[in-house]
């Protein structure tokens, strides 16, 4: 579904991200862990199109992101909220995970996905 091969990236003259190659497959979940400065913001930032990679290539379902701009990356399931930063604190728990049915494919499975992700979360749904 999403692969990383050989992925370079950093800013302005210094490299952050030296050949990381990822291989993640539908329905698998991935943790990217590692201390301060290891890079770990910079692939997520790479993956979503808000910095560009200098070398390598990153493919979802099989079709190059190369020439993807960040907001057609969203509409392909992709997004980057960054933590930290509190860019939704007055939202309710709805209201926040509501902002991920932005995409119209992802509206018509709303109610659905709601009720997943209460299922896998119920004090959520207290909230």
């Given at each position: 579904m999403l692969s990383l091969t050989k992925v370079c990236a950093g800013y302005g003259g210094f490299q952050a991200l030296?050949?990381?190659?990822?291989e993640v497959e539908a329905g698998?979940?991935?943790a990217v862990i590692g201390p301060n400065g290891a890079g770990k913001t910079t692939l997520l930032r790479v993956i979503s199109k808000l910095i560009g990679a200098t070398s390598g290539e990153i493919r979802m379902q099989g079709a190059s992101l190369a020439r993807v701009p960040a907001h057609e990356?969203?509409?392909r399931g992709i997004a980057h909220v960054p933590e930290n930063r509190r860019l939704f604190?007055?939202?309710t728990v709805e209201e926040n995970l509501r902002m991920g049915a932005f995409p119209r494919a992802a509206r018509k499975r709303y109610a659905e996905?709601?009720?997943f992700v209460y299922g896998l979360f119920p004090r959520l749904e207290e909230r």
């Open positions: 030296f050949e990381v190659s990822v698998e979940a991935v990356v969203v509409s604190p007055r939202l996905r709601l009720e």
